[in-house]
């Protein structure tokens, strides 16, 4: 059992062939993965993202869990839905390789994660991502009415203080 670290690929050309090989139902179930489209102009890269984003929808897959997938281009982030950075260094590090063995623990949580992606490999991508929606907006919701409540709370503790002071 290994720790999820980035798995890197790196399309050569835009082929239909190159894609489709890369593109599998599992390709982000057990690592998190990345795609570098740097090697391409920027009319492949287009295509390639528009391919790789037609694949995810059209299998209802989803390229955000269970490990996100990354794809290294030279346009901006506002084209595709799917997230896109300019270079590696830009990716999260909480992927990155760690030197080291695992301790104990560690292992055990090695081994619950590979049960999970068991479980998450039969789920329906959409039903999930809604799920996550759901729960997003309602936690934002408590968010924004805690902080109304710690402004009212500010201003009522300062009205008393004023009313004791005079």
């Given at each position: 059992m290994s720790l999820p670290v980035y798995q890197h690929f790196n399309l050569k050309t835009a082929s239909l062939e190159e894609v489709n090989s890369l593109l599998t139902r599992d390709l982000n179930l057990k690592h998190?993965?990345?795609i570098n489209l740097k090697s391409l102009d920027l009319d492949e890269q287009r295509e390639t993202i528009g391919l790789i984003e037609n694949y995810f929808?059209?299998?209802?897959l989803s390229?955000?869990?269970p490990y996100p997938l990354y794809l290294i281009s030279d346009h901006e982030a506002s084209i595709a839905k799917m997230p896109l950075i300019k270079e590696t260094q830009?990716?999260?590090k909480f992927y990155n390789s760690r030197d080291g063995k695992m301790n104990v623990k560690e292992s055990h949580l090695v081994g619950k994660n590979k049960l999970l992606q068991q479980e998450v490999k039969n789920s329906d991508a959409s039903v999930s991502l809604k799920d996550l929606e759901n729960y997003a907006s309602a936690h934002r919701i408590i968010f924004e009415l805690e902080e109304e409540k710690r402004f009212c709370r500010s201003i009522l503790n300062r009205l008393l203080k004023?009313?004791?002071n005079g």
């Open positions: 998190p993965v990345v929808f059209s299998n209802n390229f955000k869990f830009a990716l999260p004023v009313g004791k």
